[in-house]
């Protein structure tokens, strides 16, 4: 990893005008990795801007910089760009908007800790033993000997605090807890994170949630399952970031193979969200049948289509090495 994170400093001092790119429907990794990246490159008097197909969530609202997104740019215009938190080559959706988006010939830097990243950058900063993309970040900059503030710390931590479910994942190894440490003594505002992420919830959210519950089935194959179609978003006039969070409510049935939460949303596409507390049970091999991926833990996937009626799922084999949605 070192000599990874050297190109990657020789990059940064050779550029001028810097793209920092997050993944579509942006949670807390992205978007925590992404502003720790804008405010260590401002200190060196880099043009830094942030990019997403998707406006942030207003949960994220106590993020700094988080007012800056934009969603259209030159691809041209920056010497370098950077691409956190997409665990493929497709999350950030710009290569459906600009062609060049891969072939322009600028030097992309990919961070990433998904198991299903597919090494699309011209350099890969990808660690899949990492709990969150900011943890990946972290170590760079200390790496660098880059003086973690509160404004990087806070960003950093909010990476940390989503991919772990707010320290309640499996992912929340010592070393987890150390990193956490250290950002809270340079100044991680773990209040703002926690408030914004885990104790603020709109009455519209809580109605969702709601329907999420009562639509919840375990079906003959031992999954819990609920799917919301986009009459459930309109008749609680909620919308999709309404539902962050909702699976893990899921996942909390007692010997459950895992928990799988199916969505429509308004662009025509249904999406998927799976989780598992179970060894032996690798989810992202699920989502992948899907062209989905994440962690063996936590996956999902989106695909074109619509909720006709009510869905169908089926584990083919034992082992889960086939699965099928009928729609």
Request: proline content about 1%; overall charge negative; charged content about 25%.
């Amino acid at each position: 990893m070192e000599e990874i994170y050297r190109k990657i400093a020789d990059l940064v001092d050779g550029s001028k005008k810097v793209l920092i790119i997050s993944h579509r429907s942006p949670d807390g990794d992205t978007l925590g990795a992404a502003i720790a990246l804008k405010i260590w490159l401002a200190r060196g008097n880099k043009s830094a801007t942030l990019a997403c197909v998707d406006l942030p969530a207003a949960t994220f609202a106590f993020l700094p910089c988080i007012d800056q997104y934009v969603s259209d740019f030159e691809i041209s215009d920056f010497d370098l760009v950077f691409v956190v938190d997409a665990g493929a080559s497709y999350m950030t959706n710009f290569h459906l908007k600009y062609d060049d988006f891969f072939t322009s010939g600028v030097e992309m830097v990919n961070i990433d800790h998904h198991v299903s990243n597919d090494y699309f950058g011209t350099v890969n900063l990808v660690d899949i033993e990492a709990a969150s993309t900011t943890v990946v970040i972290f170590e760079m900059l200390k790496f660098l000997g880059v003086d973690l503030d509160g404004d990087i710390s806070t960003a950093l931590m909010t990476g940390i605090y989503n991919d772990t479910g707010s320290f309640m994942h499996s992912n929340t190894t010592a070393d987890v807890l150390m990193i956490a440490g250290e950002l809270l003594s340079c100044g991680a505002r773990l209040d703002e994170i926690t408030k914004a992420m885990f104790q603020t919830k709109r009455v519209n959210t809580l109605r969702l949630l709601g329907r999420v519950l009562e639509n919840a089935q375990l079906t003959d194959d031992n999954v819990v399952l609920s799917v919301l179609s986009e009459s459930d978003f309109n008749e609680n006039n909620a919308c999709e970031e309404d539902l962050s969070g909702a699976v893990n409510y899921l996942n909390m049935v007692p010997g459950a193979k895992f928990a799988l939460l199916v969505n429509e949303d308004c662009k025509g596409n249904v999406k998927g969200s799976l989780r598992t507390q179970r060894e032996e049970v690798d989810v992202s091999k699920i989502a992948a049948e899907f062209g989905g991926g994440g962690h063996s833990k936590a996956s999902g996937f989106m695909m074109e289509g619509r909720i006709h009626r009510n869905l169908k799922y089926h584990i083919v084999s034992q082992d889960m090495s086939k699965t099928s949605l009928e729609f």
